[in-house]
């Protein structure tokens, strides 16, 4: 892994650097990190061979409505020498796939016949098709060179938890995927305060020195109310403790992206439409008209309909005698009997029922009893075993360690 470290040339004005916390809330920083993996393909790398200079070089753009015959035409490409390429190869055929805006290059000899067509798919790969000495075309694409940065971020949480991100430096991916995350320990829609500190350790990926886009959360750490959140990525792609105990519940604490929430649980709440007080047993979510929200958990759904102030509503049945509901909805995407997972879209956010606006109110349900869908204590996943879990612990212990002093820093700057 190809680091880029930001060492002064004098050990002594390091030190003196670090006394006057140099490092600035919302920079980038990279640092040298010992990590473990697999978030990107090791393929081989390919150079792109030298452009021919005797060939004359033209580019056509793919327009709307364009059809790969007619872009070939653009460049008096023929019919037959066009079918001879896309017969080439498997690789060849990704020229089947074209979008408007995309160039194909083709080299042309003096006489006008087709030697070389280049055609750049992604910022790694481009389709090289050569022609032979036999007259024949042979098709390849090539790969880039892929160079992983390790760098962090960190922040504070003054206002909302999204705007704090962007300021600090994430991007509206990575703050979605650090949500989920820690969506099984936090609800962001309600949970998160002023003064709560998060750090994100992530790769950002470049291809010849040119960034190419951002690659996983190698590891995160957030501070919720005083309650420390950590989470590492193991070589399978998922995310574990800091000591490799599980991360994933049987439940998300949240079943709808986080945007802000107008009613917490409250068994005493003066309801906005009746005036008097009537139990408020779960969460309203209010989010854009539409908005998908997900199950909570595993389960299957045992009523799906529309009923009075309810509107239209799903209650899923889950182990351990616990139900969850999902009421005011703008529309249903499953019916009773149906087999759900985690995560699997069961509705739309609406306005349906007895309701002042567009909002989801959910409730957790366990024996009959409602419970706060934001404390209830929720079983935790499988965690790491045996040796395995003793190697993830190491290095885990070495990427926490980064971003509690990166958060230190940053910490000490905004005071």
């Given at each position: 892994m190809s680091v880029l470290l930001l060492i002064p040339s004098d050990p002594a004005e390091a030190s003196k650097d670090s006394e006057k916390s140099s490092l600035e809330i919302g920079k980038r920083y990279s640092l040298a990190v010992p990590v473990v993996t697999d978030s990107l393909p090791q393929t081989q790398a390919t150079t792109?061979?030298?452009?021919?200079?005797?060939?004359?070089?033209?580019?056509?753009?793919?327009?709307?409505?364009?059809?790969?015959?007619?872009?070939?035409?653009?460049?008096?490409?023929?019919?037959?020498?066009?079918?001879?390429?896309?017969?080439?190869?498997?690789?060849?055929?990704?020229?089947?796939?074209?979008?408007?805006?995309?160039?194909?290059?083709?080299?042309?000899?003096?006489?006008?016949s087709l030697q070389e067509l280049r055609y750049t798919i992604s910022n790694l790969k481009t389709l090289v098709v050569q022609r032979t000495?036999?007259?024949?075309?042979?098709?390849?694409?090539?790969?880039?060179?892929?160079?992983?940065?390790?760098?962090?971020?960190?922040?504070?949480?003054?206002?909302?938890?999204?705007?704090s991100a962007m300021k600090?430096?994430?991007?509206?991916?990575?703050?979605?995927?650090?949500?989920?995350?820690?969506?099984?320990?936090?609800?962001?829609?309600?949970?998160?305060?002023?003064?709560?500190?998060?750090?994100?350790?992530?790769?950002?990926?470049?291809?010849?020195?040119?960034?190419?886009?951002?690659?996983?959360?190698?590891?995160?750490?957030?501070?919720n109310q005083g309650q420390v959140y950590q989470a590492v990525r193991h070589t399978d792609g998922n995310y574990y403790k800091a000591d490799g105990g599980g991360m994933r519940q049987a439940f998300?604490?949240?079943?709808?992206?986080?945007?802000?929430?107008?009613?917490?649980?409250?068994?005493r709440r003066l309801h906005p439409v009746l005036g008097k007080i009537k139990a408020h047993n779960g969460v309203d979510y209010v989010a854009p008209m539409g908005t998908p929200i997900m199950a909570a958990g595993d389960g299957k759904v045992i009523e799906s309909g529309m009923k009075g102030a309810n509107g239209n509503y799903v209650v899923i049945q889950h182990a351990n005698n616990i139900?969850?509901?999902?009421?005011?909805?703008?529309?249903?995407?499953?019916?009773?009997?149906?087999?759900?997972?985690?995560?699997?879209?069961?509705?739309?956010?609406?306005?349906?029922?007895?309701?002042?606006?567009?909002h989801l109110h959910y409730e957790f349900v366990v024996g009959?009893?409602?419970?706060?869908?934001?404390?209830?204590?929720l079983p935790q996943a499988e965690p790491l075993q045996g040796v395995a879990r003793v190697k993830f612990?190491?290095?885990?212990?070495?990427?926490?360690?980064?971003?509690?002093?990166?958060?230190?820093?940053?910490?000490?700057?905004?005071?």
């Open positions: 792109l061979p030298q452009e021919d200079n005797s060939l004359e070089w033209v580019s056509v753009e793919v327009k709307k409505g364009d059809v790969l015959g007619a872009v070939f035409r653009k460049a008096n490409i023929d019919a037959a020498t066009m079918q001879a390429i896309l017969d080439s190869g498997k690789d060849a055929k990704t020229l089947t796939r074209l979008f408007p805006g995309e160039q194909l290059e083709f080299g042309l000899a003096s006489d006008g000495a036999q007259g024949a075309f042979t098709a390849k694409q090539l790969q880039k060179e892929i160079e992983v940065r390790t760098e962090v971020v960190a922040g504070v949480i003054s206002g909302s938890f999204w705007g600090a430096g994430l991007t509206e991916a990575q703050i979605l995927d650090l949500a989920n995350v820690f969506g099984y320990d936090i609800d962001f829609a309600l949970d998160i305060h002023s003064g709560d500190t998060f750090s994100v350790m992530f790769e950002r990926n470049y291809a010849e020195g040119q960034y190419i886009g951002n690659g996983a959360i190698l590891a995160a750490q957030f501070t998300l604490r949240a079943p709808v992206n986080f945007r802000y929430v107008s009613s917490n649980f409250n068994p139900q969850t509901k999902y009421l005011h909805l703008s529309k249903r995407d499953v019916k009773r009997g149906e087999k759900v997972k985690q995560g699997d879209v069961i509705g739309r956010l609406g306005a349906t029922g007895r309701v002042t606006g567009a009959g009893v409602h419970r706060n869908p934001r404390t209830v204590k612990a190491n290095n885990a212990k070495q990427l926490i360690a980064q971003l509690k002093s990166h958060e230190r820093v940053v910490l000490a700057a905004n005071n």
